[in-house]
């Protein structure tokens, strides 16, 4: 069933937003801020970190995902995994400037064919977590 050559998908949100990328980089790395935009943790912005996301158990699921930072690369790219409900994943930040701001590019890789709930329930986490991320940006000082 885990077969490692099965191929897998990766979910893709891209969006633009007027602010500098320090400013974006700030709201992905900073525990206080990733709190207020996605979740409780106890990320430190090292590579080989390992941390943990974590929100209010439920059925099924006791609410901890379980990271360890993958690529550190200030105001460029941030990437680390992602372990929860027998996924398997990294998720990769890549922030580019452009005339208007930054194009934040958020990467979610690692789905097999058989997690077709786990990529649709990502999509629909990510729109939701990404909107949160530009109003915690906007919101900065």
């Known amino acids: 069933m885990n077969n490692p050559n099965s191929p897998t998908r990766s979910l893709v949100i891209e969006k633009e937003m007027p602010?500098?990328?320090?400013?974006?980089?700030?709201?992905?790395?900073?525990?206080?801020?990733?709190?207020?935009?996605?979740?409780?943790?106890?990320?430190?912005?090292?590579?080989?970190?390992?941390?943990?996301?974590?929100?209010?158990?439920?059925?099924?699921?006791?609410?901890?995902?379980?990271?360890?930072v993958l690529v550190i690369e200030a105001n460029k790219q941030l990437s680390y995994s992602w372990g929860s409900l027998g996924l398997s994943s990294v998720v990769a930040w890549t922030l580019t400037p452009t005339k208007d701001g930054t194009l934040v590019r958020m990467e979610q890789s690692g789905f097999r064919p058989d997690q077709e709930n786990n990529y649709r329930g990502a999509n629909y986490g990510w729109q939701k977590f990404i909107g949160s991320l530009e109003r915690v940006v906007a919101a900065q000082t």
């Not at 990328?21 to 900073?30: A, C, D, M, Q, Y």
């Not at 912005?45 to 974590?54: D, E, M, N, S």
């Open 19 to 68: 602010h500098p990328p320090e400013k974006i980089w700030r709201s992905l790395t900073h525990p206080v801020l990733i709190e207020q935009w996605l979740m409780a943790n106890d990320f430190q912005p090292v590579v080989g970190h390992k941390f943990t996301l974590r929100v209010p158990p439920m059925p099924n699921w006791n609410g901890v995902i379980d990271c360890e």
